[in-house]
């Protein structure tokens, strides 16, 4: 954006990625040769890519997502690494946005009128959003951001997080709960937690076969968080009547994956901050903690403080 880059501008040189597009592993690493920051995208930083970037002070992502920095290997190398926490509030909304398209059928009800089939009334009809219950896995800035949406809609919610306390939970207006007592009791869930080892396939064949029938799923977080074969079956059977996807294992799709051919599947290519006011703001936020980090202070927004302690800023 305009202002991020004259910011930046104002205190070093700046490259722009000469390809337009995410950078192999190789370019990667001949790009980052005498750099001192760099503003991330959906480029991946592994071992190999940072410990080639000898200048490099700074991962600085615009999102909230760390899937694609190995976080262990820029700590050891004293490099900090900060997300763009701002971009929640867009998530959130996109989230909601899912859940009125799977919940009201509303894809379903434009193309058939595109079809010239108005009076499709059964295939049609949907189930209501207000006085449903909502269960969001994963109760961080985006979670909470979905919480306090449902309110408005008088949305029973019940949040799981083991990483949050059941106070805090109860301060969103959330009832807590574990994980399969959420999954049996709500109408549509979501899903709201970072991709880590835990939680890579947590909602697999087991957990969709505790949800109710007829229920939905909703994941705007990261693909591999979902099972997406034992996803499919079930919302082929009709064990789930929707799904809202704005996230998939393997991005972009190949032609084979078998969602792309369910009718009662949403898909959305990860466009969660994708705003005109949240690009402004993630790429403001992250090049003011580029700034600081270049002007030997800490950053605002770090994932891994203890990498400012390897190396003096």
């Not at 574990?178 to 970072?194: K, Q």
Request: proline letters at 5%.
């Amino acid at each position: 954006m305009p202002e991020a880059l004259a910011l930046l501008r104002s205190k070093a040189e700046v490259r722009l990625n000469p390809y337009g597009r995410v950078l192999r592993e190789e370019e990667l690493i001949e790009e980052l040769r005498d750099v001192d920051a760099v503003l991330a995208g959906g480029d991946s930083f592994s071992a190999k890519v940072i410990s080639s970037a000898r200048n490099l002070k700074i991962i600085a992502r615009d999102g909230v997502g760390l899937d694609r920095v190995d976080l262990a290997a820029a700590t050891k190398a004293g490099i900090v690494v900060t997300i763009a926490p701002t971009v929640c509030e867009s998530v959130a909304d996109l989230t909601f946005g899912l859940i009125l398209c799977v919940m009201r059928r509303i894809l379903i009800a434009d193309r058939s009128v595109r079809s010239q089939e108005w009076n499709l009334r059964r295939k049609f009809v949907g189930r209501d959003v207000h006085g449903a219950t909502l269960g969001i896995i994963g109760l961080g800035r985006v979670g909470s951001g979905v919480a306090k949406r449902a309110r408005g809609f008088r949305m029973r919610v019940l949040g799981y997080d083991p990483y949050v306390k059941p106070e805090r939970i109860r301060e969103l207006g959330v009832e807590p709960s574990d994980l399969d007592a959420l999954l049996r009791e709500s109408d549509v869930v979501t899903i709201h937690t970072p991709l880590t080892e835990e939680t890579r396939g947590l909602i697999g064949s087991r957990e969709i076969g505790l949800m109710k029938d007829g229920s939905y799923l909703i994941n705007t977080a990261r693909g591999a968080i979902v099972d997406e074969k034992a996803l499919y079956e079930a919302l082929r059977i009709g064990k789930l009547a929707g799904a809202g996807l704005d996230v998939l294992t393997v991005e972009p799709p190949t032609p084979e994956n078998p969602l792309l051919n369910l009718e009662n599947v949403v898909l959305t290519p990860h466009i969660g901050n994708d705003t005109v006011e949240a690009f402004r703001r993630l790429s403001l936020q992250a090049a003011e903690d580029i700034i600081r980090v270049l002007d030997g202070e800490p950053p605002l927004n770090p994932v891994n403080p203890e990498a400012l302690a390897r190396r003096k800023f």
